[in-house]
């Protein structure tokens, strides 16, 4: 195992790679790891294994509040620079969400507690295959329990921490990365903080 930078994999078309693993068991996501770490070839089976472990599909009129949650975890990859003032940054937030939802369009959200999980594929430009999870939950067991994120940030603002995980069964390489933001733009409470944790599996070539 070894410690790398804060960049993360972009997938084609400019998406951004993000993926889940597994963290506490009070959690659940052991459950998501696996699925993380092996093609996607069949949605519906990995769908079945989820709903099987505990999780259910957020129902359609669920959606929009989610889609938020979402900008809010990986609001950081989304732009440059988090703007300074209140106003400009609930312009912000409201743009990052739009962005979520165009591009989770179709793809089923899973629920379990306060977790939010995202399942889905793509091919990289290099034509290799990846499966993306994507995570978010307020509880910071999300983050802690993997990769020692600090309980408390010296600051509101973004940290992440990744290592990189090689010869991992069924992937040329798994990515985790936790992420935190923390944010002092809603007066009650004082500071949001969502939690995100993200594993990226690639696989050389598509077997024959």
């Not at 979520?100 to 995202?118: E, G, H, K, S």
């Amino acid at each position: 195992m070894r410690r790398k930078g804060h960049h993360l994999a972009r997938a084609a078309a400019g998406s951004i790679c993000l993926l889940v693993a597994a963290v506490s068991p009070a959690l659940a996501l052991d459950q998501a790891f696996a699925p993380c770490q092996t093609r996607h070839d069949d949605a519906g089976a990995y769908h079945a294994a989820l709903a099987e472990a505990g999780w259910r599909i957020a129902a359609r009129s669920d959606r929009a509040p989610l889609m938020e949650r979402l900008a809010d975890g990986f609001l950081p990859d989304l732009s440059a620079a988090i703007p300074a003032d209140n106003a400009a940054l609930s312009g912000f937030r409201k743009d990052a969400a739009s962005v979520w939802t165009r591009y989770v369009a179709d793809r089923p959200l899973f629920l379990r507690d306060d977790v939010l999980l995202l399942i889905a594929g793509y091919v990289n430009d290099a034509g290799q295959e990846a499966v993306q999870c994507w995570a978010v939950s307020s509880d910071p067991a999300l983050t802690d329990a993997h990769l020692n994120m600090p309980e408390t940030p010296p600051d509101a603002g973004f940290h992440r921490q990744e290592t990189v995980l090689d010869g991992q069964p069924g992937a040329d390489q798994v990515k985790l990365s936790a992420m935190r933001l923390m944010l002092p733009y809603v007066p009650d409470p004082p500071l949001l903080s969502e939690n995100a944790l993200i594993v990226t599996s690639i696989f050389p070539s598509h077997p024959e």
